[in-house]
């Protein structure tokens, strides 16, 4: 599962070593503010990006969808061009699904995405260039986005609309020096084995790039900042972040407040961890051989076997969990493409994924679970210690609460670390919103009280910390990306 990660070769230039990159991000996460876009200026920028442009996204009938069609014979959604995705039906079957398994509606999108960060150097300290963003799926529209963030579809034409800024930079041989480049997977419940390309790239220092409007350079340490608003940071730009390196990038590891600590267990090697690599290594790999999921893609009209109805407007469960797939027109100034019409998946209830964690030997250690989900590429992948919708888990014919719901609902509040609500991908997800959190039991400093007694992992759980993750980064499919988003808002905690 982990190997030691050389340095990359790519586009035409060597790499630098996972360990100066990381010694780079850290002192970029320590900048809080920047001569070339100060703080006090961030709120300015985006109320005026805001308000430039509209940005209009209507929900329609199926029967009103533009471009798109139901496939005669099999009731599958697909785009006119045959590229983009389709919406089709999944029956999954496992240790984890009832004996005759599962149906549902799944997004399948088998072309691989391209979310890219460019950063480049300014008074010694990297800075990355942002964009604001509007999606169709966005409950506020803008929000802080990667570089680039484009479909094949999108970066290939198919779409007719204007070129993307930037791209060159990503996929031209010698443009650029790559300081991150990993497939990663997208949410595994909704989407059928989605995987995108998350990179960064670095410009040198004399390199010009025309990054006003919407564009502006940011110091992680103004990223980490704005991670603590509500629905601002997208979700690529968080996936984006969790990937940067840690490992060693920080040789100031005094202090016994959390914050240093929590800094420590960024960048700590696994000689201060509770599972060594091997031994985390062999967990999981347990795991993934013992645990059984059988995809297989079936029409989309036949989901209706297990609750699923098709009107005019949705196709939604009887029971008013899971979610709904609709259709919505989008008409925009600010894109490639002036309007279009698409579907869209919307949770019927809001999610909360939280992370525990724990100081071991003064060092934070977060809980993950190897969770299996539908759309899987390979069975399973590290996610939150709590992955769940509540609403789901009360009243009759519900389902049985997940471990530590009640510890994470009752957790006092100077448990809790970390609380915010942030939106999903909001090119295929319509408003949909999750409650992150982060809570630290007490560990080395203090003893848990009766109500919450000690925890001990079980066997789909494992304690470990942050710089163990972030090196996990390094190679896809091992955490998804609900994790990542957790680990990109644990950076604001130092």
Not at 7 to 27: D, F, H, N, Y
Not at 110 to 129: K, M, Q, S, T, Y
């Amino acid at each position: 599962m982990l190997v030691d990660s050389a340095p990359q070769l790519g586009a035409g230039r060597t790499a630098p070593s996972r360990a100066e990159t990381a010694r780079r991000v850290m002192v970029s996460a320590a900048a809080t503010d920047s001569r070339v876009t100060p703080s006090e200026d961030v709120p300015a920028w985006l109320a005026e990006q805001a308000a430039a442009g509209t940005f209009e996204v209507t929900p329609i009938p199926f029967g009103d969808l533009r471009g798109w069609h139901f496939e005669e014979g099999s009731g599958n959604l697909r785009h006119v061009s045959g590229r983009f995705f389709s919406i089709e039906g999944l029956h999954v079957r496992g240790s984890r699904t009832p004996a005759q398994g599962w149906r549902q509606p799944i997004i399948v999108q088998p072309e691989v995405g391209l979310l890219g960060i460019v950063a480049r150097e300014f008074d010694g300290v990297l800075h990355f260039l942002m964009q604001t963003k509007a999606e169709p799926g966005n409950v506020n529209a803008l929000q802080i986005s990667p570089t680039v963030q484009a479909t094949r579809s999108n970066f290939t034409g198919v779409h007719q609309g204007r070129g993307i800024r930037f791209l060159d930079l990503f996929l031209v041989p010698g443009r650029a020096r790559v300081l991150v480049d990993v497939l990663q997977s997208e949410q595994a419940d909704w989407f059928l084995a989605k995987r995108n390309r998350n990179m960064v790239v670095e410009v040198g220092p004399d390199e010009e790039l025309e990054a006003g409007g919407d564009y502006r350079w940011l110091t992680l340490g103004q990223i980490r900042a704005l991670l603590t608003e509500d629905n601002l940071v997208n979700m690529d730009a968080r996936s984006i972040v969790a990937c940067l390196p840690t490992l060693g990038g920080d040789h100031q590891q005094a202090g016994d407040d959390f914050a240093s600590a929590v800094r420590r267990s960024f960048t700590v090697d696994s000689t201060r961890s509770m599972l060594s690599t091997a031994e985390l290594n062999t967990w999981f790999n347990g795991v993934r051989a013992r645990e059984q999921l059988v995809q297989r893609l079936v029409p989309l009209d036949s989901v209706s076997a297990d609750g699923w109805e098709h009107t005019h407007e949705e196709i939604a469960h009887d029971s008013g969990r899971h979610f709904r797939v609709l259709a919505v027109d989008v008409t925009a100034t600010s894109r490639e493409v002036a309007s279009w019409g698409q579907p869209l998946i919307q949770p019927r209830n809001p999610g909360l994924l939280a992370l525990i964690v724990k100081r071991f030997r003064g060092i934070p250690h977060a809980l993950v679970q190897a969770r299996v989900d539908v759309g899987h590429l390979n069975v399973t992948e590290l996610a939150p210690t709590l992955h769940c919708r509540p609403a789901e888990h009360t009243g009759p014919g519900t389902l049985p609460n997940p471990p530590y719901l009640d510890l994470v609902l009752q957790a006092p509040p100077l448990w809790r670390r970390y609380d915010a609500i942030q939106s999903e991908e909001g090119g295929r997800f319509y408003q949909a919103q999750n409650r992150y959190t982060i809570v630290e039991v007490p560990g080395d400093h203090g003893e848990p009280s009766m109500t919450h007694p000690p925890m001990e992992a079980g066997d789909d759980y494992a304690w470990v910390t942050f710089s163990q993750l972030t090196e996990l980064l390094a190679h896809g499919n091992y955490v998804n990306v609900e994790l990542r988003t957790l680990i990109a808002c644990a950076h604001a905690l130092y």
